[in-house]
């Protein structure tokens, strides 16, 4: 029986070499060097330099000291791998995406950046960056986010039996008011290894802690030894609520101090180094709801948006000459469940209702009537009746919680697959 692996090798090695004996006899270049194979793909050299390039200007404009060239090749070619493994899943499992997908997060980034998407374009040109290759990287993100999503984040669930049991046992929750910014670092031990492997990571953590100890800059040593997703980072895993610091080394963050370095921890995917970066305080949730109510006019083939307008602004001065608001929501509102109470939303709060109703609704004063409002569901009346403030403190902490244990369980769970599509897959590395 054919060994697989000898057989892919054999494949390989037989197409580069016909490949390149052709672009011989035709007088061509030299095909460019494949640097790695991954099951059904391989990298070429001029993708692995791209990469490069990309990551160290990177790393340049986060003035973060750049780490030996093989150093940095090695880490990126490792990336690449991984990305290539996930997006042959990806494709074998029928994840796409499309063009209006695409170009929305395109058009967001650019709204992040204050800029609209013809000036983000033209500024990534005049750093030297492709916008062909910027939309190749979104389209790679959202494909491996998709598929993460599907592989990890289905099996993850959070009871409310698991909230109220942090809340219970977590020190202060409801009181404490600290975040950490961690830096951290991973020697990985595959799954299957020796005693004498295990030993060999264990003294590498111990080492690598020692000189960190002394000195060491943390993001020039996370680029250069760890096998996490974030070396490329510096190991920088930005800031952290007290819930939102992975289960194996949360106890021990709470009592390190800034700058300080943990010992060494094990877990099944290797030795984790720990650095407290920073830590600073949180102050309470406060939000403001708003009682409110509104008259909706829907257009349709026979209502037009300059109709529905009109018809609002007719009720507007209607109810400026002493007609009741509430009469008029019941009589002409197309919101059938808001117009039988008079067209009451009751009390919102931030994110209840579509987002031009509420900057609409937050620029009124209270008793005030907006001019007409447009949204998805058509044209709006808008009056505020009331605000309030509330302390939203200890619901946003449940909420956060929740959420920090999703996080966490997904962070630890694709942790592990990662390592584990990395161990069991072919990966041939000729660099």
């Given at each position: ?72 090749r090695k880490q990126v070619l490792e990336k690449l791998i991984l990305d290539k493994l996930q997006r042959q899943l990806a494709e074998k499992a029928g994840i796409t995406v499309t063009e209006d997908m695409l170009n929305n997060s395109a058009a967001d980034i650019a709204q992040r ?319």
């Amino acid at each position: 029986m054919i060994d697989p692996k000898t057989f892919k090798t054999a494949i390989f090695t037989l197409i580069f070499c016909t490949l390149s004996f052709s672009s011989f006899l035709a007088g061509a270049e030299v095909l460019d060097k494949i640097v790695a194979v991954a099951e059904d793909d391989i990298i070429l050299e001029k993708e692995l330099n791209r990469e490069v390039a990309a990551i160290a200007q990177r790393i340049q404009a986060s003035h973060a000291q750049m780490p030996p060239e093989y150093i940095l090749r090695k880490q990126v070619l490792e990336k690449l791998i991984l990305d290539k493994l996930q997006r042959q899943l990806a494709e074998k499992a029928g994840i796409t995406v499309t063009e209006d997908m695409l170009n929305n997060s395109a058009a967001d980034i650019a709204q992040r950046n204050h800029m609209n998407l013809q000036e983000f374009r033209a500024e990534l040109e005049r750093q030297g960056m492709s916008y062909k290759n910027f939309l190749d990287t979104i389209r790679n993100e959202i494909i491996i986010n998709q598929l993460r999503s599907r592989e990890i984040g289905g099996r993850i669930k959070v009871t409310d039996r698991e909230v109220e049991h942090f809340m219970e046992t977590e020190e202060k929750i409801g009181e404490e008011a600290v975040q950490y910014h961690l830096g951290h670092i991973l020697i990985a031990v595959k799954e299957a290894a020796s005693a004498t492997e295990i030993q060999k990571a264990s003294s590498k953590a111990d080492d690598l802690v020692q000189k960190l100890r002394s000195g060491q800059d943390f993001t020039q040593a996370a680029m250069s030894n760890s096998d996490d997703d974030n070396a490329l980072k510096g190991g920088d895993l930005g800031w952290r609520s007290p819930s939102d610091v992975p289960t194996l080394f949360a106890d021990k963050v709470k009592k390190m101090t800034p700058g300080e370095v943990a010992d060494p921890i094990r877990s099944p995917s290797g030795f984790h180094i720990i650095k407290m970066l920073e830590i600073k305080g949180l102050d309470n949730h406060i939000i403001t709801n708003t009682k409110v109510r509104h008259i909706l006019i829907k257009t349709n083939e026979l209502v037009d948006d300059e109709e529905a307008r009109k018809r609002l602004l007719a009720l507007k001065a209607r109810i400026a000459d002493g007609d009741d608001f509430a009469a008029l929501a019941r009589a002409h509102s197309d919101d059938k469940g808001s117009a039988l109470k008079g067209g009451s939303l009751d009390w919102v709060g931030p994110g209840d209702v579509v987002k031009p109703f509420e900057e609409a609704m937050e620029k009124l004063n209270i008793n005030e009537i907006s001019e007409p409002v447009q949204t998805q569901f058509g044209w709006h009346l808008i009056q505020v009746l009331d605000r309030k403030n509330k302390d939203n403190t200890a619901e946003q902490k449940k909420n956060q919680v929740r959420d920090a244990i999703r996080k966490r369980k997904i962070e630890e769970e694709t942790e592990l697959w990662m390592r584990r599509l990395r161990d069991e897959a072919y990966v041939e590395i000729h660099l």
